[in-house]
T-cell receptor, first 114, second 111 residues
Framework: DAGVTQSPTHLIKTRGQQVTLRCSPKSGHDTVSWYQQALGQGPQFIFQYYEEEERQRGNFPDRFSGHQFPNYSSELNVNALLLGDSALYLC?????????????FGPGTRLLVL | QKEVEQDPGPLSVPEGAIVSLNCTYSNSAFQYFMWYRQYSRKGPELLMYTYSSGNKEDGRFTAQVDKSSKYISLFIRDSQPSDSATYLCAMSAGGYQKVTFGTGTKLQVIP
């Protein structure tokens, strides 16, 4: 079992550009959440996807959007990048069924905006 | 004021010591409480998941929740150098929906 996988591992962009990050959940999981973790801070919840719909959203602007595919994998898109978007972006997966007490994180994508 | 407050440390203890990590929170709606361990440049790893007040034990780890005081704790017995990491408390009103994390406490266990 590969666990939660994310790609790419690192990314460098310039202000104003757009970025797409990808996540594959752990086998058996159907729910994907995205978090932003700034240096020295705890993860901040961006949004959660279940059944290909955004179910919950944190306090992030509309520049942050996402998508979930029928195979439960997910993408996070960030438009009009700002310097403050530089962070570790974490994907976490869980299940609405019998595995609902477990949430696994991927290794993250480290985004640097110059 | 942040919804979840956690002392960032760093906390340095000798091997074999009992470690106590704590968080306070202000949102009375929080019902689910978690502790994660995060090694440098890795994603967080779930250690404990508890619902409402009470204690939960798993090996060397014990989680305590006191909802009346809005205070949660994680105890690590017989601490090992491999326990050196950042420990994050987290909580939510509904399972893994909209989880709010503390800033993390960096722990170092000295051999």
């Amino acid at each position: 079992d590969a666990g939660v996988t994310q790609s790419p591992t690192h990314l460098i962009k310039t202000r104003g550009q757009q970025v797409t990050l990808r996540c594959s959940p752990k086998s058996g999981h159907d729910t994907v959440s995205w978090y932003q973790q700034a240096l020295g801070q705890g993860p901040q919840f961006i949004f959660q996807y279940y059944e290909e719909e955004e179910r919950q959203r944190g306090n992030f602007p509309d520049r942050f959007s996402g998508h979930q595919f029928p195979n439960y994998s997910s993408e996070l898109n960030v438009n009009a990048l700002l310097l403050g978007d530089s962070a570790l972006y974490l994907c976490a997966s869980t299940s609405q069924g019998t595995l609902k007490e477990t949430q696994y994180f991927g290794p993250g994508t480290r985004l640097l905006v110059l | 004021q942040k919804e979840v407050e956690q002392d960032p440390g760093p906390l340095s203890v000798p091997e074999g010591a009992i470690v106590s990590l704590n968080c306070t929170y202000s949102n009375s709606a929080f019902q689910y409480f978690m502790w994660y361990r995060q090694y440098s440049r890795k994603g967080p790893e779930l250690l404990m998941y508890t619902y409402s007040s009470g204690n939960k034990e798993d090996g060397r780890f014990t989680a305590q929740v006191d909802k009346s005081s809005k205070y949660i704790s994680l105890f690590i017995r017989d601490s090992q150098p491999s326990d050196s990491a950042t420990y994050l408390c987290a909580m939510s009103a509904g399972g893994y929906q909209k989880v709010t994390f503390g800033t993390g406490t960096k722990l170092q266990v000295i051999p």
